[in-house]
């Protein structure tokens, strides 16, 4: 397990405070330690995304062609140059990225954006 960060915090007390301002943007609550993400995976349109506190959306898509009688499995990697800043427990999960507002920068995911995610992985209690 890793102990809890956020990306752009320079210690321990950085990181506190702005768990709590990026929940607040959210309209979340944050987490207690203990119960705090560091990712998430989840499918959206076809597409298996990871969703990694520090680090790029990135996603996998498989698909399946049939090609002279026999089948024909490929897989695409898929990335964002939208990086994860925090990943907020709930029903759904809220994923706060580096997308507009926050820094200005383009992407294709909304900021906040939720995810009913099927696999999850929290920080160490620490």
């Known amino acids: 397990m ?3 960060f956020l990306p752009r ?6 990181a ?3 768990y709590e301002a990026l929940a607040d943007f959210a309209g979340c609550e944050p987490a207690p330690p203990g119960q705090r993400v560091r990712s998430i995976r989840f499918v959206q349109d ?9 680090e790029e959306l990135r996603g996998e898509r498989t698909t399946h062609q049939l090609r002279r ?3 024909i499995e490929r897989t695409e990697v898929l990335t964002s140059a939208t990086r ?17 507002p926050i820094t200005g920068a383009a992407s294709e995911w909304a900021n ?15």
Do not use: I
Not at 85 to 100: N, S
Not at 112 to 126: S, Y
């Open 2 to 4: 890793t102990a809890f």
């Open 9 to 14: 915090a320079a210690d321990d007390e950085q």
């Open 16 to 18: 506190e405070r702005l």
């Open 46 to 54: 076809g597409v298996r995304w990871t969703a990694e506190v520090g």
């Open 69 to 71: 009688g026999e089948l």
């Open 84 to 100: 994860v800043l925090a990943v907020y427990p709930g029903t759904p999960h809220v994923v706060v990225t580096d997308a507009q």
């Open 112 to 126: 906040p954006f939720t995810a009913r995610p099927d696999a999850v992985v929290r920080f160490d209690a620490g």
